[in-house]
């Protein structure tokens, strides 16, 4: 089996020292990515971290596929514990960053302590440089790519770096990297915001020693040649359908289908691109670049998320509008879907959806936490929905995706198993129940039935996608047999990779005190429990949601290594 390669540097923040250590053991195992990030988490991470403190670690890795020329692997990971939800989570961000990451010789990078001022970090093949930054502080994402292009002649795509609600710790703040694109959904943002990093830089042409089966030139002719409507629409292509199906959260969650649909759809989207958009090697080019000149207006965007979350979700039916709150999350480094989720609780609590207008100025104050209102909004729909007064729309914390679980069963399963939370992306198991794969491969929207033990591998699946590092939207084109080739390895042996992965992360969240109690939906599906159990018996976990050994905490230690 190939994994990525090279030694894991170990930044301290608080004494500005590097380390390199051979991790040739995790790499072998774990491949690289999200599942050598969980291992090397697991293993010197404390149990009871602060997600905030200091203690906490922070991993980004790339894995073998990046040293390919393949579409479909211009994606990273970057794993902490989050400040949102509380439990060991990863983030996955597309662009342009993999390969400049790949180009220092590092397999992964951590982050430990803190540092005492606004402070960049510049990673290179021959160094490491830390630079004060205090003029950076409360700088926007456009604002800190324009200094590191003014000051080091570095692009946005060798950033990485957090906008003001990194600085502030709101929960859900991203780490934005190619100024437009997001480590988003687990509060990457606030964990950099805490060890006080404005921007790490990637840079470097270390030699590549890592070769690809030639069925990758394969996978990406067929990216390249293929007809297909996310080239055109993106995942906003699903929104009509989505709604047709009653699949598409409206009104605060309050309905499943929205007669303003059309004016946020796929067509509508499509009608303000301006030109192509990709990441890094990537010929399906299924970004949004969009603009409309009478609002002044210019974004990457949105995505079917972003259109349910500030579209749907807040009664909003104009795409320009949506458009707006795409860019200003952007320019202010947010998850668009955990603030446009918090912001419609807020506007449900007073009873004034559908004003985009205020709905901004609210992610503005949530932003820098000003006033009341904004340190409340800053903390997400789990902390805040009881003060509001509406109800909690999350899953161990997180925020709810689109793809809604009372009408794609399966789905709504697989938001309450996520170590995650309501992520549709952890096992993608909506794509079953639309269906938007092979009716070989689809299932009935309807119940659970057979449907837990099918979750578990879909997850397993995806874990595997985020260890190589390859992009979920392959799946027409990373058949089982090529992601077997490519990897070197039988696809067998690959699903057992992800499924340790996924049981790392579960017994670290056991660790923290995260059970069955936390596999929890705010909505009831007929034989949920009984799915549940069936779940856990597929995966060997205990009738709790434990692993047993290791999420089970040891008598003599509390946490694993510490040495800050």
Same mark, same amino acid.
């Given at each position: 089996?190939?994994?990525?390669?090279? %030694?894991?540097?170990?930044?301290?923040?608080?004494? !500005?020292?590097?380390?390199?250590?051979?991790?040739?053991?995790?790499?072998?195992?774990?491949?690289?990515?999200?599942?050598?990030?969980?291992?090397?988490?697991?293993?010197?991470?404390?149990?009871?971290?602060?997600?905030?403190? %200091?203690?906490?670690?922070?991993?980004?890795?790339?894995? %073998?596929?990046?040293?390919?020329?393949?579409?479909?692997?211009?994606?990273?990971?970057?794993?902490?514990?989050?400040?949102?939800?509380?439990?060991?989570?990863?983030?996955?961000?597309?662009?342009?960053?993999?390969?400049?990451?790949?180009?220092?010789?590092?397999?992964?990078?951590?982050?430990?302590?803190?540092?005492?001022?606004?402070?960049?970090?510049?990673?290179?093949?021959?160094?490491?440089?830390?630079?004060?930054?205090?003029?950076?502080?409360?700088?926007?994402?456009?604002?800190?790519? @324009?200094?590191?292009?003014?000051?080091?002649?570095?692009?946005?795509?060798?950033?990485?770096?957090?906008?003001?609600?990194?600085?502030?710790?709101?929960?859900?703040?991203?780490?934005?990297?190619?100024?437009? !694109?997001?480590?988003?959904?687990?509060?990457?943002?606030?964990?950099?915001?805490?060890?006080?990093?404005?921007?790490?830089?990637?840079?470097?042409?270390?030699?590549?020693?890592?070769?690809?089966?030639?069925?990758?030139?394969?996978?990406?002719?067929?990216? =390249?040649?293929?007809?297909?409507?996310?080239?055109?629409?993106?995942?906003?292509?699903?929104?009509?359908?989505?709604?047709?199906?009653?699949?598409?959260?409206?009104?605060?969650?309050?309905?499943?289908?929205?007669?303003?649909?059309?004016?946020?759809?796929?067509?509508?989207?499509?009608?303000?691109?301006?030109?192509?958009?990709?990441?890094?090697?990537?010929?399906?080019?299924?970004?949004?670049?969009?603009?409309?000149?009478?609002?002044?207006?210019?974004?990457?965007?949105?995505?079917?998320?972003?259109?349910?979350?500030?579209?749907?979700?807040?009664?909003?039916?104009?795409?320009?509008?949506?458009?707006?709150?795409?860019?200003?999350?952007?320019?202010?480094?947010?998850?668009?879907?955990?603030?446009?989720?918090?912001?419609? =609780?807020?506007?449900?609590?007073?009873?004034?959806?559908?004003?985009?207008?205020?709905?901004?100025?609210?992610?503005?104050?949530?932003?820098?936490?000003?006033?009341?209102?904004?340190?409340?909004?800053?903390?997400?729909?789990?902390? =805040?929905?009881?003060?509001?007064?509406?109800?909690?729309?999350?899953?161990?914390?997180?925020?709810?995706?689109?793809?809604?679980?009372?009408?794609?069963?399966?789905?709504?399963?697989?938001?309450?198993?996520?170590?995650?939370?309501?992520?549709?992306?952890?096992?993608?198991?909506?794509?079953?129940?639309?269906?938007?794969?092979?009716?070989?491969?689809?299932?009935?929207?309807?119940?659970? @039935?057979?449907?837990?033990?099918?979750?578990?591998? =879909?997850?397993?699946?995806?874990?595997?996608?985020?260890?190589?590092?390859?992009?979920?939207?392959?799946?027409?084109?990373?058949?089982?047999?090529?992601?077997?080739?490519?990897?070197?390895?039988?696809?067998?042996?690959?699903?057992?990779?992800?499924?340790?992965?996924?049981?790392?992360?579960?017994?670290?969240?056991?660790?923290?005190?995260?059970?069955?109690?936390?596999?929890?939906?705010?909505?009831?599906?007929?034989?949920?429990?009984?799915?549940?159990?069936?779940?856990?018996?597929?995966?060997?976990?205990? @009738?709790?949601?434990?692993?047993?050994?290791?999420?089970?905490?040891?008598?003599?230690?509390?946490?694993?290594?510490?040495?800050?």
């Amino acid at each position: 089996m190939i994994h990525a390669t090279g %030694p894991l540097l170990s930044v301290n923040l608080s004494a !500005r020292e590097t380390t390199e250590e051979d991790v040739d053991d995790v790499l072998n195992e774990f491949v690289g990515g999200r599942g050598v990030a969980t291992k090397l988490a697991f293993d010197r991470v404390p149990f009871d971290v602060d997600p905030l403190g %200091p203690e906490n670690r922070v991993y980004l890795a790339t894995g %073998p596929l990046q040293h390919s020329r393949m579409s479909f692997t211009g994606r990273m990971d970057m794993t902490s514990v989050s400040p949102l939800t509380d439990g060991l989570a990863s983030s996955n961000a597309g662009g342009f960053l993999s390969r400049n990451f790949t180009g220092t010789g590092y397999a992964a990078v951590e982050l430990r302590g803190a540092s005492d001022v606004p402070l960049a970090v510049h990673v290179r093949d021959d160094g490491v440089e830390f630079e004060a930054v205090p003029d950076l502080a409360g700088a926007e994402v456009p604002e800190v790519t @324009e200094w590191a292009e003014e000051t080091h002649d570095l692009e946005a795509e060798h950033l990485a770096c957090i906008g003001p609600a990194g600085e502030n710790l709101v929960r859900y703040a991203c780490v934005m990297t190619s100024e437009t !694109r997001a480590f988003g959904r687990t509060g990457m943002g606030a964990v950099l915001g805490s060890k006080n990093v404005k921007v790490l830089t990637f840079d470097g042409d270390a030699e590549s020693d890592v070769s690809i089966d030639p069925v990758q030139t394969e996978v990406h002719r067929e990216a =390249a040649t293929a007809d297909h409507i996310m080239k055109r629409q993106g995942t906003t292509s699903v929104t009509e359908y989505a709604n047709e199906v009653e699949a598409l959260p409206t009104d605060y969650f309050a309905r499943t289908s929205f007669e303003g649909a059309a004016g946020i759809s796929g067509d509508a989207v499509e009608s303000k691109k301006h030109k192509k958009g990709t990441c890094s090697q990537c010929a399906f080019a299924c970004k949004l670049p969009t603009r409309d000149e009478d609002a002044g207006v210019e974004t990457e965007g949105p995505e079917f998320e972003t259109v349910m979350a500030w579209g749907s979700n807040q009664l909003v039916d104009d795409v320009v509008e949506v458009m707006k709150a795409n860019e200003l999350c952007d320019r202010l480094g947010v998850d668009t879907i955990s603030a446009g989720d918090t912001i419609a =609780a807020y506007l449900k609590s007073e009873d004034d959806l559908a004003n985009p207008e205020r709905a901004r100025e609210a992610l503005r104050k949530a932003a820098h936490r000003e006033g009341e209102v904004g340190d409340l909004l800053a903390e997400g729909v789990h902390r =805040a929905a009881p003060e509001l007064g509406v109800e909690d729309w999350s899953v161990k914390g997180l925020e709810f995706a689109a793809h809604d679980g009372r009408t794609l069963n399966g789905q709504g399963l697989s938001f309450a198993t996520s170590n995650r939370g309501a992520d549709h992306m952890y096992a993608s198991f909506y794509s079953k129940e639309y269906p938007l794969v092979d009716k070989d491969d689809a299932v009935d929207k309807r119940g659970l @039935e057979g449907k837990a033990p099918l979750v578990a591998a =879909a997850e397993n699946h995806n874990a595997v996608l985020d260890s190589a590092v390859a992009c979920k939207f392959s799946r027409d084109f990373m058949t089982e047999e090529r992601l077997g080739a490519l990897l070197e390895a039988d696809y067998d042996d690959l699903l057992a990779v992800g499924a340790r992965v996924v049981e790392l992360e579960r017994a670290f969240n056991n660790r923290r005190g995260f059970d069955r109690a936390e596999d929890a939906l705010p909505y009831d599906i007929e034989g949920f429990e009984a799915a549940l159990d069936e779940y856990y018996e597929t995966r060997g976990w205990r @009738e709790d949601g434990v692993v047993p050994g290791l999420g089970e905490a040891a008598p003599d230690t509390d946490a694993s290594l510490a040495d800050d």
